[in-house]
């Protein structure tokens, strides 16, 4: 049974330009949760997604976009990157209503 | 505010001793609080879950304390291994709330030497 898997593992970008991170839940779950992990803070809550809506959202800019397909999997997008984006992006999949998280290993975006 | 703060930020400890690790939360309305170990550079992983009515959770060598009242939580490691070294994260879990119902405290970085 898998996790959550999330892809790419690492990535490289340059200022001003977008990015796109992919996350499949797991099995069985239909809610996704998107973290931003800064270098030794606790993960900040983007958005979360049930019924392929965005239902919540954290205080992030509209640069943070993102997305989830009839398989439950999802995406986010942000454009405009800063240096201030470069972080470690978590998500995280439930079943709507439960309370077991389940995190994956995260992506790893550097901006330069 | 909703919050979670965790004490110490860091430990250093030497392999077989015990630890334990402290957090305090103002969280309204609760639901559960867990603790997750996250290895560097890793997503977290669920060390224990307790809701109101637990005051004690073990997971192997890691036992979980919850003073529901006093809003309290500990984890304790006991025989520490070299593997224990990580980040300790205690997360606590609201109903409804605009936060993906997850309140993160910033983690105890803990360090086991050999």
């Known amino acids: 049974d898998a996790g959550v898997t999330q892809s790419p593992t690492h990535l490289i970008k340059t200022r001003g330009q977008q990015v796109t991170l992919r996350c499949s839940p797991k099995?069985?779950?239909?809610?996704v949760s998107w973290y931003q992990q800064a270098l030794g803070q606790g993960p900040q809550f983007i958005f979360q997604y049930y019924e392929e809506e965005e239902r919540q959202r954290g205080n992030f800019p509209d640069r943070f976009s993102g997305h989830q397909f009839p398989n439950y999997s999802s995406e986010l997008n942000v454009n405009a990157l800063l240096l201030g984006d470069s972080a470690l992006y978590l998500c995280a999949s439930r079943i709507q209503g439960e309370y077991g998280y389940t995190f994956g290993s995260g992506t790893r975006l550097t901006v330069v | 505010k909703n919050q979670v703060e965790q004490s110490p930020q860091s430990l250093i400890i030497l392999e077989g001793k015990n630890c334990t690790l402290q957090?305090?939360?103002?969280?309204?309305?609760?639901?559960?609080l867990r603790w997750y170990k996250q290895d560097t550079g890793r997503g977290p992983v669920s060390l224990t879950i307790?809701?109101?009515?637990?005051n004690t959770k073990s997971n192997g060598r890691y036992t979980a304390t919850l003073d529901a009242d006093t809003k309290q939580s500990s984890l304790h490691i006991t025989a520490s291994q070299l593997s224990d070294s990580a980040s300790y994260i205690c997360?606590?879990?609201?109903?409804?709330?605009?936060?993906?119902?997850?309140?993160f405290g910033k983690g105890t970085k803990l360090s086991v030497k050999p």
């Open positions: 957090c305090n939360y103002t969280v309204s309305p609760f639901s559960n």
């Open positions: 997360v606590v879990s609201l109903y409804g709330g605009s936060q993906g119902n997850l309140i």
């Open positions: 307790m809701t109101f009515s637990e």
């Open positions: 099995s069985g779950h239909d809610t």
